[in-house]
């Protein structure tokens, strides 16, 4: 899923059409609420429903995220963005229980509970069969907060995106 974002009486190509999937859009929307929470905080901006901000607010916004490229706030925000992802602990795999091992019907049936484990997992786990197809047998997974991305790049891109769209609307 996606969120499309588009510019409504655009000047040229780069602002007709901004598209984040959902997993970079929330935590640039977020972005956009901190640094212009005037502007943006009315705006359903995590819903594909047609919101959005004029051209004069578009503008506004462009200028206030340009000023934090400017300033190096936004690389700042990455870095201790990125930080604080590396940080969130693994979080149990609800598939096998958090043993590894997939042994409900669907995992039975595809062999995963006594398939071999790649070399890594079997260090990592110090079993060499029993495997789950969400945690590759380790047990634990990523949490989903770590999937969110952000950067300094999608920021620009999206800043260029909002000086030629002429107002947008998320759909
Ligand atoms: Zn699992």
Known sequence: MGMDVYGKKPT???GEYFRNNVWWWRPLWDYCVTVA????????GHYNNGDGLDESG???LAKQLRHELETGATAENERQY??????LPREKCELCDGTGIRTDDIGREMGQHD????VEVQILTGRTHGW??????IGTRESWESGYPFSTENVRAFVEFLENS???SIC
């Open 58 to 60: 578009a503008l506004e």
């Open 115 to 118: 398939k071999e484990l790649s």
């Open 12 to 14: 040229n190509e780069t």
């Open 82 to 87: 990125n930080e604080w992802r590396a940080s």
């Open 37 to 44: 929470p005037e502007l943006c905080e009315s705006v359903s």
């Open 166 to 168: 002429g107002g947008f």
């Open 132 to 137: 789950c197809n969400a945690c590759d047998g």
